[in-house]
């Protein structure tokens, strides 16, 4: 029989035969250093590596970028999901707002910038003259006229104007000599009764001194002139001398505008052939000008009494975009009211010629015989 055991037990009978052999067999010895040290002692077991190390190297599970982001936001790692997505986006919109700071004050200030400029530019446009006014003689012959001078034709003068053969040779030449020339007053065949009832009484004149009127604005927006009044009416006796007439051709009709010096109810009254004729004016009319339409005027035939020569004013009323609306004096270019002037065919002239064609003469209206050809 054989033993085996440490050194400090006493070793136990192990029986012979089969069953030790086997044993032995079965159990391999161990390579040194394996079975422990020289002392007994058992084997050393291996270190395993850690999992922070591991996760240190990257082969553990990785954070996600939200929780990232949270966590540099300084947001609890607890944080609801709708409490780092509002905190996101305030701090997006603090990014925003630092990134394009300038461009949005410029951009408000160019907005309040533009805001105070067009309120200084509507405060200087309302702070203009609404309007000015010029006034000239119309220079085409009308279709009846009479031509008045203050002084007597030369017996050339005579035969030069009759010397071109026709009306308008005529009518230009005694503008030449100084003649002021009047036009038959319109017919308005289509005028209310009560009108035409007001040119059959009375002694009123029956030429019109025709002038143009121009209204001229520098305004950027406009300017409405929906009224006017005759003022300051002031007459003499006229100076005329002498009287070159074209007889009435069956009447004229003219656009415009007529009235009376001192008017007449209801004048100024339109001269159009269309509805409203011998209405007055402004009841269904204005003159708009400013906002784009510089200009505009009115074609005027204003009627002085007979024998007489009157100086008279016009105040207007207007009204512009800013709703103001007043009467105003028109003036002239020195800034002093205006004054027109208006005549008529004298009532006792030294001598009125007459116009005659088929030929064409200048007869003396007292004695149509004494003809100069």
Known sequence: ?????????RPEPQPDGADGADDARAEPAAPAGQDGDSDGSPP?????????????????????????????LGLAPGASRRRRAVTLLVMVSLAFVAVFRDTLIDYVMIE???????????????????????????????ETWAMVLDRALTPDEQWKAVAGGNRSATFSYLKELGGHPLADEATLEYAPERYKKQLASGAIGRYADVFQMNVMSTRSTSVVINDWKVTDVTCRKSTGHTVVMLPEQGGAAYEGLQLHIPPLAGEPVLTDETEGQGEPYFSTRYLEVGGGQPSGGFKVHAIAPPGQSC???????????????RWVQLKDGKGKPLRLH??????????????IVQPWRLCDQKDLSKCVT
């Not at 208006?342 to 116009?355: A, E, F, G, Q, Y």
């Open 311 to 325: 100086e008279w004013g016009i105040k207007v009323r207007y009204t512009d975009s800013y709703q103001e609306t």
């Open 112 to 142: 309040t910038s533009v805001a105070r400029e067009n309120d200084s530019n509507a405060e200087y446009d309302a702070n203009k003259v609404p309007f000015t006014v010029s006034v000239r003689p119309e220079e085409d012959e009308p």
């Open 342 to 355: 208006t005549d008529s065919v004298p009532v006792d002239p030294r001598r009125t010629w007459v116009l």
């Open 1 to 9: 029989m054989t033993t085996t055991g440490s050194t400090d037990e």
């Open 44 to 72: 050393a077991v291996p270190a395993q590596p850690s999992r922070q190390s591991d996760a240190d190297e990257g082969n553990g599970p990785r954070e996600s970028f939200a929780s990232i982001v949270a966590e540099t």
